[in-house]
């Protein structure tokens, strides 16, 4: 059984830094590719950012690239998602994903998902 489990969000200021982990379970995790969505209240899921299975391949959100940054380590089955120069408008619930299918460049569309974190909170005061 497939399992994703968030840490790291928190409240915190505008301008500020916060670092996601995510560890997974019950898979060959460094077959998969892994990524990162968040949903704010009253809006869809949305694509945050992307790492291939090695972790040579990264992609971003126009709305968080330069800001962000999606990094693995295999030996420990974990995604990070460090995020600095926070804005009020990064507020929502941050989810780890990890692709359908091995290998690959990591999930864009959430069609494109196996399995979900439950998510952890982020809001950002301005």
């Known amino acids: 059984q497939v399992q994703l489990v968030e840490s790291g969000g928190g409240l915190v200021q505008a301008g500020g830094s916060l670092r996601l982990s995510c560890v997974a379970s019950?898979?060959?995790?460094?077959?998969?590719?892994m990524g990162w969505f968040r949903q704010a209240p009253g809006k869809e899921r949305e694509f945050v950012a992307a790492?291939?299975?090695?972790?040579?391949?990264?992609r971003y959100a126009d709305s968080v690239k330069g800001r962000f940054t999606i990094s693995r380590d295999n030996a420990k089955n974990m995604v990070y998602l460090q995020m600095n120069s926070l804005k009020p408008e990064d507020t929502a619930v941050y989810y780890c994903?990890?692709?359908?299918?091995?290998w690959g460049l990591g999930p864009y569309y959430s069609r494109d998902v196996g399995y979900w974190g439950q998510g952890t909170q982020v809001t950002v005061s301005s």
């Open positions: 994903a990890v692709q359908r299918v091995p």
């Open positions: 790492s291939s299975w090695s972790g040579g391949i990264t």
């Open positions: 019950g898979l060959s995790f460094s077959s998969y590719a």
